[in-house]
């Protein structure tokens, strides 16, 4: 079984295994406790904080640990709209349709339940939203902007800084969900210019189940889980001090190994993006030809049924995906692919295949060799919706 869905989830790295385990046993305090036992647990999570905060070019005080990078997504959006209606009124979030239901999902609830308006911010034909759009959006009335610094569907990065620099001229804070850029992109948050950005562990060779979110100093946002006074107030609950160190460490490797790993992505990314065009009739690249992330390519095959292209690749030894992993076995059309225009025959038939650390050149081409016939068998058997 050769492993294509790194977009999904990444394996946890030995090194980052092994720099949790001892917080899984002898080093088992609460951070919270005043004793020695909770004053070493205390120190690895603070020291973790550092470190990530070193990468984003933060101050430790400005980053917050949360269970995954929905739970960041959700306070973001959330945690600072509720906060920025009550001090300026402000009710109008903008954000886009190619964003993880994390974002979309929560925008759609704010809207439903908390009287905000939801305006949802135009993409162009890569998927992209641009500064013009964003500028064209924005108003007086504006809590808060969220645009995904890179897509986990289509690859597609955004122009972050850009957006960041018109956000800024209104003040309006922006939020970028960098769950999926932060395994190969910078997340240096001065140079990208963003007011809080969130971040999963699980996606960059981290333990699942842990997040964080950063938040720029003087954002006005308030918390959504009640409780204790963790995270400076802003998110209740004990620690979970080994994910903590996790993340920190995965968070570490991905970037003191960027340049490498990158190298080894690219090439492979671009053999797979050539060589399915040239061999497969009927097939459009989704998201933008270069500004991607390099582990990602990404499909549509017009007249397929794009679950039934999936389970087929399974049986022939390849895990890929149709976009995201949460929409699996969901026979409607992504929305982050009509909302790119593609018409629905071409729509239901995505494919993500997405490479990682372990992936080989000869995985690639055992792939680029079976694709063909399973993509015409998926077609033949393909029913007509
Ligand atoms: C995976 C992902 C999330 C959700 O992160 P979890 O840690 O799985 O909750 C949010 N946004 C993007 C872009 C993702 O790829």
């Known amino acids: 079984m050769i492993y294509l869905d790194y977009a999904a989830t990444t394996p946890l790295d030995s090194r980052v295994f092994d720099a949790m385990l001892p917080y899984f046993t002898e080093n088992f305090g609460n951070p919270s406790s005043t004793h020695r036992y909770g004053q070493k647990a205390e120190a690895a999570v ?22 995954c990078g929905s739970e960041s997504d959700n306070l973001a959006l959330r945690g600072v709209a509720l ?5 300026s009124g402000a009710n109008r979030i903008l954000t886009a349709r190619a964003e993880h239901h994390a974002v979309s999902k929560t925008a759609e609830r704010l809207e439903k339940e ?8 135009p993409l162009d034909e890569f998927g992209r939203v641009t500064a013009q759009a ?6 007086a009335d504006t809590a ?24 800024r001229k209104y003040a309006v804070p922006l939020h970028t969900d960098a769950v999926q850029a932060a ?19 699980h996606k960059f060779y981290g ?35 080994p994910l903590i160190v996790g993340l920190a460490e995965a968070l570490r490797l991905a970037h003191v190994e960027r340049p490498q790993r990158v190298a080894h992505l690219l090439p492979l990314r671009d053999a797979i993006i050539a060589t399915v065009q040239e061999t497969i009739p009927d097939v459009r690249l989704t998201g933008h030809p270069t500004e991607r992330v390099p582990n990602h390519a990404s499909f549509v095959f017009k007249g397929v049924d794009g679950n039934l292209l ?40 995505s494919l993500r295949v997405t490479l990682g650390l372990g992936t080989t050149s000869e995985d690639v081409q055992a792939f680029l060799q079976t694709l063909p016939e399973v993509v015409e068998k998926a077609r033949e058997l393909s029913v007509p919706r």
Not at 46 to 60: H, K, M, S, V
Request: hydrophobic share 40%.
């Open 83 to 87: 906060a920025r209606r009550k001090q």
């Open 46 to 67: 603070e020291t973790a904080r550092e470190t990530i905060a070193g990468i984003l070019n933060c101050r430790p005080d400005e980053l917050i640990f949360t269970s």
């Open 114 to 121: 908390d009287g905000f308006q939801v305006e949802w911010l």
């Open 144 to 167: 808060l902007v969220s645009v995904m610094y890179s897509n986990n569907e289509i690859g597609t990065i955004n122009p972050i800084c850009q957006i960041a620099e018109i956000c």
């Open 134 to 139: 964003v500028e064209q959006a924005l108003s």
């Open 310 to 349: 999936i389970n087929l690749l399974d049986a022939a030894g390849f895990a890929c995906s149709s976009g995201s992993a949460c929409k699996t076995g969901n026979p409607q059309p992504s929305e982050v692919l009509t909302s790119l225009g593609l018409p629905r025959e071409w729509a239901l038939g």
């Open 183 to 201: 395994a190969y992109l910078p997340v240096d948050v001065e140079a990208l210019g963003v007011d809080l950005l969130s971040l999963g562990a």
């Open 207 to 241: 333990p699942k189940g842990i997040g964080a979110l950063y938040i720029r100093k003087g954002t006005p946002i308030q918390s959504i889980l009640t409780g204790g006074g963790q995270e400076f107030g802003l998110r209740a609950g004990t620690h979970n001090v």
